[in-house]
């Protein structure tokens, strides 16, 4: 076991930074300047909501003025894509240099009512790709995702070439800028959840022997080189952050002490936060389940290694997932970690933040599908809760009891359709 591996463990046992004595609805000023109202972060969830141009459509932005209406000091965005041949999912948005900002200007205003901050997550899928979608799949290496009997569902990934990686990095360049022409206070650069930087981060999928693989160095140059380039684009006093897992929770891959060296990288940076998350496709961590023998614990599955982490660094940082009730989401901020995000709770109650307020014990319940067939159960997770973003967008009230097997049914047929219209719309750029 190395230094900083016992370092983390020892870190891990102690009880770590000292309370810091801050409620959760104090206020946190970042590196850069920006000032967010308190430590409560509605965390990022692609809401396939695009219009077919890959731009918001109404729905979302009243879906955002209900979370900035709601409470939270900050708002990520769902993912948005840096090439709109390289999609997480149909209806997903893409921003790139010849984009139309008019409604990502929209939602920004939208989302900065009511005192709140919005930060836009930028994105490349690399492997993680739908087949029935098309378009690019490029990742590290030529190692494709293992889903067991789901793997056919996607595409075969082939290992990058220069070009194509200085070309990823100009992408994530030219989002961020545009980004912050149409009024974002920040970006989130989306380097977790097994996504192209996480690919090139972890050895598993990163088997490369040029500057891009290797060392801890070099898997983390293109999450690195990219954060450096959007800094010196980018406004003094625009926020820039990653999302990093704190392990990818599958053997000999990504692990906590390489995210701690990545975490110092960043601080060298002088970056505004890490969200610390973890899993990918292939072991969802992120929603509460692992695929090796290491357990997360029931609620703040990442608060360990965060508050591990936050003790040995002086980057700020935030931790995302499994919170639903106040006194956790204090005892993170308690534990020394600057800031609580949280994701399905706010899609089930996005006023969660204002009803702390008053009431200190209303919780938000996360829908918990428990099929035998692990995938399936995370897919109708995931469509759950966009359904319930769907609903809130369209005026609708949340509702707490949707069935897993219809929300799943709908949101398959809902894929399909917009899978269909994406192909048609770029059939001359699809391959
Ligand atoms: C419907 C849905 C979409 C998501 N999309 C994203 C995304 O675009 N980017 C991201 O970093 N995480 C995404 N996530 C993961 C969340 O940000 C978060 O890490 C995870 O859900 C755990 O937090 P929670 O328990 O509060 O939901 C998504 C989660 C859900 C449920």
Not at 98 to 103: A, L, N, Q, R
Not at 229 to 249: P, R, T
Not at 279 to 290: C, D, K, L, R, V
Request: charged share 20%; net charge positive; proline share 4%.
């Amino acid at each position: 076991m190395s230094a900083k591996s016992n370092a983390l463990t020892n870190a891990q046992q102690s009880s770590a930074k000292a309370p810091a004595n801050k409620s959760v609805f104090s206020s946190f000023r970042f590196p850069s300047g920006l000032k967010v109202k308190n430590r409560l972060v509605k965390a990022a969830m692609e809401e396939n909501l695009a219009t077919i141009e890959q731009v918001p459509s109404h729905t979302l932005l009243t879906m955002y003025r209900k979370w900035a209406e709601g409470g939270v000091g900050l708002i990520l965005t769902g993912n948005v894509m840096v090439d709109h041949l390289a999609m997480t999912g149909p209806g997903g948005l893409a921003l790139e240099k010849s984009s139309d900002i008019t409604t990502f200007t929209q939602l920004a205003n939208e989302s900065k009512i009511n005192g709140c901050k919005v930060v836009m997550q930028i994105n490349h899928p690399g492997r993680q790709v739908f087949s029935k979608m098309g378009g690019k799949v490029l990742s590290a290496s030529d190692v494709a995702l293992d889903m067991g009997k789901h793997s056919h569902l996607f595409g075969q990934p082939k290992a990058m070439n220069e070009a194509q990686i200085q070309d990823v990095i100009k992408r994530f360049v030219q989002t961020a800028q545009r980004a912050e022409e149409a009024g974002f206070d920040g970006v989130q650069i989306h380097a977790a959840h097994g996504y192209l930087l996480a690919q090139f981060l972890s050895p598993l999928t990163n088997k490369r022997n040029d500057n891009w693989g290797g060392s801890i160095e070099n898997r983390a140059r293109l999450l690195l080189t990219i954060t450096r380039e959007i800094k010196q684009a980018c406004g003094a006093g625009f926020c820039v952050s990653v999302k990093l897992n704190s392990a990818d929770f599958q053997r000999g891959g990504f692990e906590p002490a390489d995210a701690q060296d990545v975490v110092d990288m960043l601080g060298e940076l002088n970056i505004d936060f890490v969200e610390l998350s973890g899993g990918s496709y292939e072991a969802p961590a992120m929603q509460g389940n692992t695929a090796d023998t290491r357990t997360l614990a029931r609620e703040a599955y990442f608060l360990e290694f965060s508050q591990a982490i936050s003790a040995h660094s002086s980057v700020p940082i935030m931790t995302t997932g499994g919170i639903t009730r106040l006194p956790v989401a204090q005892k993170v901020v308690d534990s020394g970690v600057a800031l609580v995000g949280m994701a399905t709770a706010l899609a089930f109650t996005p006023d969660l933040p204002n009803q702390w307020q008053n009431h200190h014990g209303v919780t938000s319940a996360l829908p918990k599908v428990t099929w035998k067939d692990k995938t399936l159960s995370g897919l109708a997770t995931m469509a759950l809760v966009k359904r319930q973003i769907r609903r809130v967008g369209e005026g609708k009230s949340p509702q707490g009891k949707l069935s897993p097997i219809i929300s799943l049914i709908l949101d398959q047929v809902r894929t399909a359709k917009l899978t269909k219209r994406y192909r048609k719309r770029f059939s001359d750029e699809l391959s």
